[in-house]
């Protein structure tokens, strides 16, 4: 079974950069889609992008298209590179696995990180 760990939240003005990180152990993710997941508080959990397994596509959600960047590499690490982060930013991010396929419904995934918090500050 596969555990994930998100790490690189923190505390950042508005207009600037982060990068969050998503550690898989338990298991290769080299079977499942990955996707990012944001929930500010007061709101349901929302889609922020996914990327397929193999790595060659990814999909954002509007709010972030342009800004944010997913990636993943060989091993077992996901990323999220934030830039010209807004105060509707703001928010707990997860990291999430899905086998068979990419999705923006967060019920469809399997396996899902702690989360973790990303404050901008405006």
């Known amino acids: 079974q596969v555990q994930l760990v998100e790490s690189g939240g923190g505390l950042v003005q508005a207009g600037g950069s982060r990068r969050l990180s998503c550690a898989a152990s338990g298991h290769t993710l080299s079977d499942y889609a990955m996707g990012w997941f944001r929930q500010a508080p007061g709101k349901e959990r929302e889609f922020v992008a996914t990327i397929t397994w193999t790595g060659r596509r990814t999909y954002y959600a509007d709010s972030v298209k342009g800004r944010f960047t997913m990636s993943r590499d060989n091993a077992n690490m996901v990323y999220l590179q934030m830039n010209s982060l807004k105060h509707e930013d703001t928010a707990v991010y997860y990291c999430?696995?899905?086998?068979?396929?990419?999705?923006?419904?967060?019920?469809?995934?399997?396996?899902w990180g702690q989360g973790t918090q990303v404050t901008v500050s405006s």
């Open positions: 999430a696995a899905k086998r068979y396929g990419n999705s923006a419904d967060p019920h469809e995934y399997d396996v």
